[in-house]
């Protein structure tokens, strides 16, 4: 009797609002392998399989620790990708806004590269909490892609083909132009090798032409090594390339300090470029590169590259161009600037060459 | 300097940054979560003796006073195991459930099927007046009312024709019956005395005898029983009086439902303190959760944080008008008149105003707000 009284009683609470189940699971393309993390909170695996093994009301680290295999088999059951094979990880824990979770990571292998779809299948707590929902979200075939997994929805499937090949290729390009936006490496070493071509110009077109030698010749470098590194034709340690970068940064602009290489700029553009194509590459490898639209994919990301590049070239130019006989573009410019990114480009030196975090960008 | 300050930003950015990810707990003592109870607690050991409709009843009680939805889930995955040709009490029990989900049509359906089938049934009668009072259909409701008073005690059936009452014009009189019907029942159980206090706060402070509404809720407290919806109407009550201080006491300990973190953010920026961003981080976290999951379940409160504490007022009105199709009480009728007045978007807050004229509600806040938006 006092039960139902309590539903008129509690009848005010119609509106109640609160953190309903969820996990978390996020699925990133690395070259050919699939990383992932999957965020289940302690209470739903309490409720699924006991953490508490003391009864106290409270879950450690050891209680937690003690139950890993056991959760990674219970979780990994109800989690399939198909036609790859799942390999958990270490776990860790992470706070979210309701408490504790779980963090299994893991790797999935789908064969000798990703394929076109990824598909789904998910029935974590299914049977327990059919308000459970897997929160998914993953970076795939150059687009982030998110949806939401759960009993009345327990497949799933991606698709890179989703897109058109246009805005596949459009994604990539979007991609190549972001990169050299924030690739400060790159366009350091562009500017210290451009710094310099407009100071003894007589006329505007000299120095048009200077700079076109010396940004196609890196262009056609770093391509050569950008489709040989995606290609898996060649390939590099990254630590040994992003230093290798760092150290040509630093020689261009010390080159305009004290001058050593003065009429074949493009010659250097063009040994140096071949380098900077293999930092693309590993930009280009994170983002997941399609089997079946590799080529779209690399050619996209290419004239990406290239069009920030003239985006910067088209800035630069002009003004320099326009300020190149005044005191402050030959002595805070182009002497000033630099040295500067000779101290800069040396600091990235020596933070990647003894992989250190100095804390500089 | 100005480089320096942006550095040790930046550099205490990053720092928080790695604090938020993933990591491996120092030793094995550290505790990582705990648990709603015990395993040695009664209601645990009730709840693994519990099947059927009974353990989805026990389980959306429990949702309902702790305010954790995860006990919805579990009440769904029993009520599933029941048979196809459903009981009244499974019926009743789903009833509750749909209404929690905002399916209020579903609701009010399976709650009739439930009273067809068990004509004695006070639970369906008593929800479905709840259901009726949240869509602001009170003439519905009192039906319902009626059909109680057979069936149920002097107190219970008292209890839902005063709810009509006090939201309907008549606080005073609804306020004086429920008292008396209250003190004639010092045997009532503590869940019961809990709610009719509540009502007795919230009507006082309807007619606007606030010290009288403190009493009230503070012997609500005193009985020692947890309920959200009780410590979300002191806090609302507190922030009225411009006491946010002690609402931050209140809600220590409770932190978990989104109802009262929205409560707990409000007083920090009352006060001014410097957890208020946290807090209104944490719950646009919430509400960003809840939209990938394709669920909003609390409009109201989503509306309220959009307005009060993101200062965004288009948004809180946009969320403000589509709760007010679904839920209609008091205090989503109060956010759509505030984000309606702060957006400058008069017409939006006609619904509301027609309710607060036709229903004939008395509070002098909403009063005064729909004076501003004549």
Redesign the interface.
């Known amino acids: 009797?006092?039960?139902?009284?309590?539903?008129?009683?509690?009848?005010?609470?119609?509106?109640?609002?609160?953190?309903?189940?969820?996990s978390y699971l996020a699925l990133t393309a690395e070259g050919r392998e699939l990383r992932g993390?999957w965020?289940i909170a302690?209470?739903?695996l309490?409720?699924a399989i006991g953490l508490?093994a003391d009864?106290?009301?409270?879950?450690?680290?050891?209680e937690?620790?003690k139950k890993q295999s056991e959760i990674a088999a219970y979780a990994f059951a109800r989690f399939s990708l198909r036609d790859c094979r799942i390999r958990p990880g270490p776990m860790?824990?992470?706070?979210h806004?309701?408490?504790?979770y779980a963090?299994l990571q893991f790797t999935a292998e789908c064969g000798e590269a990703l394929p076109q779809r990824l598909e789904l299948e998910y029935s974590l707590f299914a049977?327990?909490?059919?308000?459970?929902?897997g929160?998914l979200r993953a970076q795939f075939g150059g687009q982030t892609v998110?949806g939401?997994l759960g009993p009345d929805r327990p497949r799933l499937s991606l698709d890179a083909e989703g897109r058109t090949r246009l805005e596949q290729f459009l994604d990539y390009a979007r991609e190549g132009v972001w990169h050299i936006w924030i690739g400060f490496d790159h366009v350091l070493f562009l500017l210290s090798l451009l710094l310099p071509a407009v100071l003894s110009a007589p006329r505007f077109a000299p120095a048009f032409w200077e700079v076109f030698r010396v940004v196609t010749a890196f262009t056609v470098a770093h391509s050569i090594t950008l489709a040989l590194a995606a290609l898996s034709v060649v390939s590099l340690p990254s630590r040994l390339v992003e230093s290798a970068i760092a150290a040509s940064v630093v020689l261009a602009a010390l080159n305009n300090l004290y001058p050593v290489v003065q009429r074949g700029r493009w010659l250097v553009a063009f040994t140096f470029g071949l380098i900077h194509g293999f930092g693309f590459a590993s930009v280009l490898t994170e983002l997941g590169l399609p089997k079946e639209s590799l080529l779209l994919a690399l050619v996209g990301f290419n004239l990406g590259v290239e069009a920030g590049q003239l985006c910067i070239v088209a800035v630069f130019l002009p003004l320099a161009y326009a300020l190149r006989h005044t005191w402050i573009y030959r002595r805070v410019v182009f002497v000033g600037g630099s040295a500067l990114i000779v101290v800069i480009a040396a600091l990235w030196m020596i933070e990647r060459v003894f992989n250190l975090k100095l804390?500089l960008w | 300097m100005k480089q320096f300050t942006a550095a040790v930003l930046l550099g205490g950015c990053w720092a928080l940054g790695a604090l938020a990810a993933p990591y491996v707990p120092r030793d094995d003592s550290t505790v990582l979560e705990r648990l709603p109870m015990r395993r040695s607690d009664p209601v645990a050991a009730e709840l693994r003796q519990l099947r059927g409709a009974d353990l989805a009843r026990r389980n959306f009680e429990l949702a309902m006073a702790q305010g954790d939805p995860r006990y919805v889930g579990y009440a769904e995955a029993a009520l599933r195991k029941a048979d196809n040709d459903p009981p009244a009490e499974v019926l009743f029990v789903r009833g509750l459930l749909k209404q929690y989900r905002h399916d209020f049509d579903g609701a009010l359906a399976d709650l009739e099927g439930a009273s067809k089938l068990a004509p004695e049934h006070i639970g369906a009668h008593a929800w479905r007046a709840a259901v009726f009072m949240v869509r602001a259909e009170y003439a519905a409701a009192r039906e319902e009312c009626r059909a109680l008073e057979p069936l149920a005690s002097e107190l219970l059936a008292t209890g839902c024709r005063a709810a009509v009452d006090g939201a309907t014009g008549k606080a005073r009189a609804a306020y004086d019956e429920l008292k008396a019907a209250l003190d004639a029942r010092p045997d009532a159980a503590a869940e019961i005395r809990l709610w009719t206090l509540t009502r007795l706060a919230e009507f006082a402070e309807r007619f606007g005898e606030p010290s009288l509404a403190e009493r009230h809720f503070r012997e609500a407290l005193a009985l020692g029983v947890r309920d959200d919806f009780l410590l979300a109407a002191y806090a609302d009550f507190l922030l009225e009086q411009k006491r946010p201080q002690e609402v931050g006491t209140l809600l220590k300990k409770w932190g978990q439902s989104d109802n009262l973190l929205l409560r707990v953010a409000l007083a920090a920026k009352a006060q001014n303190l410097p957890e208020a961003l946290k807090h209104a981080q944490a719950l646009g976290e919430r509400f960003a959760a809840a939209g990938l999951r394709g669920e909003r379940l609390h409009l109201a409160e989503e509306a309220r944080y959009l307005l009060d504490l993101k200062g965004e007022p288009k948004a809180a009105l946009a969320a403000a008008s589509e709760n007010w199709k679904a839920q209609r009480e008091p205090r989503d009728a109060a956010v759509l008149l505030e984000a309606a007045l702060a957006a400058g978007e008069r017409k939006a807050a006609a619904p509301a105003l027609r309710w607060l004229y036709e229903s004939g509600f008395e509070d002098a806040r909403l009063l005064r707000l729909a004076a501003k938006l004549r």
């Open positions: 009797m006092k039960r139902f009284l309590l539903a008129l009683l509690l009848a005010s609470g119609t509106a109640h609002a609160h953190k309903p189940s969820d993390q965020d302690l209470r739903d309490e409720y508490d009864g106290d009301g409270a879950i450690t680290w050891g937690l620790r860790l824990v992470d706070e806004t309701d408490g504790a963090v049977d327990l909490d059919p308000t459970h929902r929160l998110t939401v804390g």
